[in-house]
């Protein structure tokens, strides 16, 4: 099993950057395909970026492409979403989970191939 523990979130202007970081308790944190998911006020959750075991092949959703980046630190036990070029429509609650049954190369895009999940970081783009 493992916990994830979001930070990074908070209060930006449009054309702004924000830096997302998702903490892994345990030492198999490589053993996990990763994800950034999104829900905002009204809607439903959604995938942003994910990325593989081995830190390659990431996906990222089409509303984001070019925009946020998805990287990962297998020795700190970390993942990260690098989001530029914030838009208003970028608001919400953002979630990194782990998907235990990956292979090392393949990527994760739907929310029930992750069984463990953060509590969240709220991120607000202000126009």
């Known amino acids: 099993q493992v916990q994830l523990v979001e930070s990074g979130g908070g209060l930006v202007q449009a054309g702004g950057s924000l830096r997302l970081s998702c903490a892994a308790s345990?030492?198999?944190?490589?053993?996990?395909?990763m994800g950034w998911f999104r829900q905002a006020p009204g809607k439903e959750r959604e995938i942003v970026a994910a990325i593989s075991r081995s830190g390659g092949s990431p996906y990222y959703a089409d509303s984001v492409k070019g925009r946020f980046f998805i990287s990962r630190d297998n020795a700190k036990n970390t993942v990260y979403l690098q989001m530029n070029s914030l838009k208003p429509e970028d608001t919400a609650v953002y979630y990194c989970a782990a998907d235990p049954r990956s292979s090392a190369k393949t990527v994760s895009t739907t929310e029930n191939e992750y069984d463990y999940w953060g509590q969240g970081t709220q991120v607000t783009v202000s126009s």
């Open positions: 345990g030492r198999t944190f490589s053993s996990y395909a």
